[in-house]
């Protein structure tokens, strides 16, 4: 049974920095594509960023371009680096690995940006 647990968010001020992490058990972690979406209170959920199953490949939205960095490390763990948080990043942010039809969602861990 695959399951993903999210991890590192918290409460920081503008232009601050977090990293969030996502440990994945029970697949073939390798042959997943990988991505963090976010949704704050009374809105949809949103991406945010994918990686590819290399890594060689990656996609932002718009509103975190240059900003946060997606990655994949080698224990079934994928990152994501967020710098230069606004106040609008504030959402609960989830990852997500899927490949075809099999799609697999963590609980979420809250990222509050605030003074």
């Known amino acids: 049974q695959v399951q993903l647990v999210e991890s590192g968010g918290g409460l920081v001020q503008p232009g601050g920095s977090l990293r969030l992490s996502c440990a994945a058990s029970?697949?073939?972690?390798?042959?997943?594509?990988m991505g963090w979406y976010r949704q704050a209170p009374g809105k949809q959920r949103e991406l945010v960023a994918t990686i590819t199953t290399s890594g060689r490949t990656n996609y932002y939205d718009d509103s975190v371009k240059g900003r946060f960095t997606i990655s994949r490390g080698n224990s079934n763990t994928a990152y994501l680096q967020m710098n230069s948080l606004k106040p609008e990043d504030t959402a609960t942010y989830y990852c997500k690995m899927f490949l075809g039809s099999s799609v697999y969602w963590g609980q979420g861990t809250q990222v509050t940006v605030s003074s």
């Open positions: 029970g697949g073939i972690f390798t042959q997943y594509l």
